[in-house]
């Protein structure tokens, strides 16, 4: 006899609020779990769990245990007043359901393959040659798995249902089960004489070359779907999809930030003071860029439009072209001879000439500003 003692919402692991929906799904899967036919050693447990169940399926025995008394005192014993069938649909998910044998048909599957490309054929498309190597239809047998003369044959442990029924004694009396049959593995038929190159599984694997265009503006993680050039699937079954994942090579120049190439143009102190031009070597070619006379460490220059091409959308991304102003290290003699008397001239050669500023406008707060805002 149950303690009343015992919290049957703890037993199957549900809220003392679950619905009647909830507690049967939480006994369905635990049923499952320590049915004796599968856990012989969890009998203990399982009638618990069937215990918990029954009182809190049952309005009545629910409100009673909620108020702290014991369903079993008034109603006698175990399973009283109870369908025997209800638990037999909790557990197998309604009753006389039947699934017949299972096809040998079924739909391949998905396969995902990497390409590696640079970064200007990311910026502007590119078509792929390339090898898949995946299962595809046995030409022998065109997927049935049988030899070429033979056939399948109806399954005689099943005669062709594809499962088999046991009958098992259980602590609720004799129990009818059914499983997928052994003989068949649920097919209903069976394969007598194999085919030697698929060896019934009506498949075979092949290396096959393969044409793939990439659009431009595909990025590291891209993936391009190529309807049924997956995996072909058992039986003669439908093909899968291929997926091409691009992965982007880094290049030594330019870094991408969404449809954005950054690149750093290091320069003299010399010629950022005087102004320089520098040729840049961008995805579309040379392209001379100026850097004005005052240029500072940390400023950038936008190029439009030879950045990557959008991939949904009209139009490319910028170019950033990001200025590192280098002071010269070693001066000999007549150089800093030079410097000198420049420095006298602007008067930037006494002591603190050095201007103490805010990091708000120092050079950190502009370099971080051109990454935060590339445009
Ligand atoms: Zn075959
Ligand atoms: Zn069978």
Same mark, same amino acid.
């Not at 579309?284 to 991939?311: C, F, K, N």
């Not at 001239?345 to 930037?348: N, P, Y």
């Given at each position: 006899?149950?303690?009343?003692?015992?919290?049957?919402?703890?037993?199957?692991?549900?809220?003392?609020?679950?619905?009647?929906?909830?507690?049967?799904?939480?006994?369905?899967?635990?049923?499952?779990?320590?049915?004796?036919?599968?856990?012989?050693?969890?009998?203990?447990?399982?009638?618990?769990?069937?215990?918990?169940?029954? /009182?809190?399926?049952?309005?009545?025995?629910?409100?009673?245990?909620?108020? +702290?008394?014991?369903?079993?005192?008034? +109603?006698?014993?175990?399973?009283?007043?109870?369908?025997?069938?209800?638990?037999?649909?909790?557990? #197998?998910?309604?009753?006389?359901?039947?699934?017949?044998?299972?096809?040998?048909?079924?739909?391949?599957?998905?396969?995902?393959?990497? /390409?590696?490309?640079?970064?200007?054929?990311?910026?502007?498309?590119?078509?792929?040659?390339?090898? /898949?190597?995946?299962?595809?239809?046995?030409?022998?047998?065109?997927?049935?798995? &049988?030899? /070429?003369?033979?056939?399948?044959?109806?399954?005689?442990?099943?005669?062709?249902?594809?499962?088999?029924?046991?009958?098992?004694?259980?602590?609720?009396?004799?129990?009818?089960?059914?499983?997928?049959?052994? &003989?068949?593995?649920? #097919?209903?038929?069976?394969?007598?004489?194999?085919?030697?190159?698929?060896?019934?599984?009506?498949?075979?694997?092949?290396?096959?070359?393969?044409?793939?265009?990439?659009?431009?503006?595909?990025?590291?993680?891209?993936?391009?779907?190529?309807?049924?050039?997956?995996?072909?699937?058992?039986?003669?079954?439908?093909?899968?999809?291929?997926?091409?994942?691009?992965?982007?090579?880094?290049?030594?120049?330019?870094?991408?930030?969404?449809?954005?190439?950054?690149?750093?143009?290091?320069?003299?102190?010399t010629?950022?003071?005087?102004?320089?031009?520098?040729?840049?070597?961008?995805?579309?070619?040379?392209?001379?860029?100026?850097?004005?006379?005052?240029?500072?460490?940390?400023?950038?220059?936008?190029?439009?439009?030879?950045?990557?091409?959008?991939?949904?959308?009209?139009?490319?991304?910028?170019?950033?072209?990001?200025?590192?102003?280098?002071t010269p290290t070693r001066l000999d003699d007549e150089q800093e001879e030079l410097l000198r008397r420049l420095a006298g001239?602007?008067?930037?050669d006494?002591?603190?000439?050095?201007?103490?500023?805010?990091?708000?406008?120092?050079?950190?707060?502009?370099?971080?500003? &051109?990454?935060?805002?590339?445009?």
């Open positions: 006899m149950a303690s009343s003692q015992t919290d049957y919402y703890a037993v199957l692991g549900v809220s003392r609020d679950a619905s009647d929906a909830d507690i049967k799904k939480a006994y369905r899967r635990l049923a499952r779990q320590l049915h004796p036919d599968v856990n012989p050693g969890e009998e203990e447990r399982f009638k618990e769990v069937t215990k918990a169940y029954e /009182v809190l399926a049952d309005p009545a025995k629910r409100e009673l245990h909620d108020l +702290g008394g014991d369903p079993f005192s008034t +109603g006698g014993g175990f399973g009283s007043g109870f369908g025997f069938s209800d638990i037999m649909d909790a557990f #197998f998910g309604g009753a006389g359901a039947s699934r017949g044998p299972r096809s040998r048909q079924r739909r391949g599957q998905d396969a995902l393959i990497q /390409v590696e490309i640079g970064l200007d054929e990311a910026a502007f498309g590119v078509t792929r040659e390339l090898q /898949v190597e995946t299962a595809t239809t046995c030409p022998t047998c065109q997927g049935v798995g &049988a030899a /070429v003369g033979t056939s399948t044959r109806r399954c005689d442990v099943c005669h062709g249902r594809g499962e088999v029924q046991q009958v098992t004694r259980s602590f609720l009396g004799q129990v009818m089960t059914s499983r997928p049959c052994p &003989a068949c593995q649920g #097919f209903g038929t069976v394969i007598p004489h194999p085919c030697a190159d698929c060896g019934g599984d009506g498949r075979v694997r092949t290396r096959r070359s393969l044409k793939v265009k990439i659009p431009a503006g595909v990025d590291t993680g891209t993936r391009i779907q190529l309807a049924g050039e997956g995996e072909s699937g058992p039986g003669g079954g439908p093909p899968g999809d291929l997926y091409v994942e691009i992965v982007e090579r880094p290049h030594p120049t330019y870094s991408r930030q969404g449809d954005d190439l950054h690149c750093t143009v290091a320069v003299p102190m010629a950022a003071a005087l102004g320089t031009t520098v040729t840049l070597d961008t995805l579309d070619g040379p392209r001379p860029v100026e850097l004005r006379a005052g240029v500072q460490s940390g400023q950038t220059i936008t190029l439009p439009d030879l950045g990557v091409t959008h991939l949904r959308r009209q139009g490319r991304g910028v170019l950033v072209v990001h200025v590192e102003v280098h001239l602007r008067g930037e006494g002591p603190d000439v050095g201007q103490v500023t805010g990091e708000q406008q120092g050079f950190f707060h502009r370099l971080r500003d &051109a990454f935060n805002n590339p445009r």
